[in-house]
């Protein structure tokens, strides 16, 4: 199943074109998480969508709606730094995901499909992660990699946009529209293997990452294990799973778009509105503004 939100807070099943609204079979208070994360919160899980009668649902068009991020605001979104070694040489980095861990993300820089990713600064690279997003189905603590795979809903495309500066990496990653989800949430028996889906993203029609997951120094159970290692998993929240090589910078105007083989395409503008010089960030008054 491919699980989307749409048309404000509306929750979905898209089949071919179309997307069956089932909101109105189920009783939810979305809150600001949104449908699906209310969904999960509620105990709900995949096999209670599967077995959802849908035939007399209303269906629309899944051209004439608008998609939205599956969790606007999930309860966190943990980041794998370094963890494909091309990534790794291309950032000349000395070490991988086995010595950094894992990093978080504000849930606050989740965006949807079609928002515009809003550069901070004018005089700072800002670049695009394209990534395999783990979406959890069910609470894990301190499971084994066996285990680990039970507790997955499902997977979808996430953009860890992240500024190079001195900033701290969870500040960097963490501005407005910084992790851009979608379109849909496609869940782990639709899926099958994970750790082989093709992953590209180009910008401006120009392919920039081409990868296979197949390529992750952490697998997806090895991640997910580790991650609950740390801390508790919860039906909801997002693993990013590191990005390959060809990050590089974007530009007001640029047009960004990740696919990643089964789980559809996620196309957002880019835009420098509001972008202001480095030297300019808030900081206290008196305080040097170091360059970064
Ligand atoms: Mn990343």
């Given at each position: 199943m491919k699980i989307a939100v749409f048309d404000g807070d509306r929750l979905g099943l898209v089949e071919g074109e179309e997307v069956v609204d089932i909101t109105g079979t189920l009783d939810l208070r979305p809150g600001r998480g949104g449908p699906l994360l209310a969904f999960l919160d509620a105990g709900g899980t995949s096999a209670d969508l599967a077995a959802l009668?849908?035939?007399a649902l209303p269906r629309r068009p899944l051209a004439g709606v608008r998609l939205e991020a599956p969790l606007r605001r999930p309860g966190k979104v943990v980041g794998a730094p370094v963890n494909y070694v091309d990534h790794q040489l291309e950032m000349d980095e000395q070490r991988t995901i086995a010595e950094y861990g894992v990093f978080l993300k504000a849930p606050s820089s989740v965006s949807g499909p079609g928002e515009a990713v809003r550069l901070p600064y004018t005089d700072r690279r800002t670049d695009h992660e394209g990534e395999l997003g783990i979406v959890i189905g069910s609470f894990a603590a301190d499971v084994g990699v066996a285990e680990a795979l039970d507790h997955v809903l499902g997977y979808v495309p996430v953009l860890d946009i992240t500024v190079r500066s001195t900033e701290d990496r969870s500040t960097r990653k963490s501005f407005r529209t910084f992790t851009p989800l979608g379109p849909w949430v496609t869940t782990a028996e639709e899926v099958?293997?994970?750790?082989a889906l093709e992953l590209r993203c180009s910008v401006n029609g120009t392919l920039r990452q081409h990868a296979s997951t197949a390529d992750l120094i952490y697998s997806v159970a090895e991640l997910v294990s580790y991650a609950s290692h740390v801390m508790d998993l919860e039906p909801g929240d997002v693993i990013a799973t590191g990005t390959p090589a060809g990050v590089g910078p974007l530009a007001d105007g640029d047009e960004l778009t990740l696919e990643i083989e089964r789980l559809g395409r996620l196309t957002v503008p880019v835009t420098a509105a509001g972008a202001v010089p480095y030297a300019r960030r808030p900081v206290p008054a008196g305080l040097t503004r170091t360059e970064g």
């Open positions: 009668d849908t035939t099958g293997d994970a750790d």
